[in-house]
């Protein structure tokens, strides 16, 4: 599919806009397999997580790049207006159950934006708060439009750096204490390994059920 627009929204993820094949559709919160239409790379495929409504006319992917990897990533960061990608079947990650905790690690953030866009289209957004994890504030993806929509139930944490309006600390057990009151509901995890363990065994050692759960399958 032809890339219609690719641009950095933040200093290492950037958003590209595809043309959408007819009949394709799929689930917030589903990703593809995605490679680039370029010699010696088109069969070399890596999983993204679709983060444009389902109604879009068009099909949108935020991605981090690793150009120290000189990877994928790194080869879809030169990518541009007019190049093209390859696409898989839409397969499911993250499926939405019912109102609860997202907790997102980085950019693990970009499976929970189709899911929170949806949701603010049907306005059935209340009773989901978005807890993010980042090194710095310039790491937050969709600061902006994720602060509209969800107001005082977005909250970011900062790893490395003290900004005022901002928690400085990691996720931890105390964090989650005082953010969650009650743990019976979803938890929606995606990020890291080490992130998704963390908060999973977390959340287990307070209460919630293994049912409740939601991770990246």
Known sequence: MKILESTFITHNVKRYKLEKPKGYSYTPGEATMVALNKPGWTDRYGPFTFTSLTSSRTLEFMIKIYDERAGLTHQLGLARKGDELLLGEPFGAITYQGP??????????????????????????????????????????????????????????????????????????????????????????????????????????????????????
């Open 100 to 217: 609860g905790y997202f907790f997102a690690g980085g950019s693990g953030v970009t499976p929970f934006i189709a899911i929170l866009r949806d949701l603010h289209k049907k306005k059935l957004l209340d009773g989901n708060t978005l807890i993010c994890s980042n090194q710095t504030a310039s790491d937050i993806i969709l600061y902006d439009e994720l602060t509209k929509m969800l107001r005082k139930n977005f909250l970011n944490i900062l790893t490395r750096q003290h900004v005022i309006g901002f928690q400085e600390r990691r996720i931890d057990r105390n964090t989650v204490v005082t953010l969650v009151q009650d743990f019976d509901q979803h938890f929606y995890i995606c990020g890291p390994q080490s992130f998704v363990k963390n908060i999973s065994d977390i959340l287990s050692s307070l209460g919630a059920t293994a049912g409740s759960i939601v991770i990246e399958h």
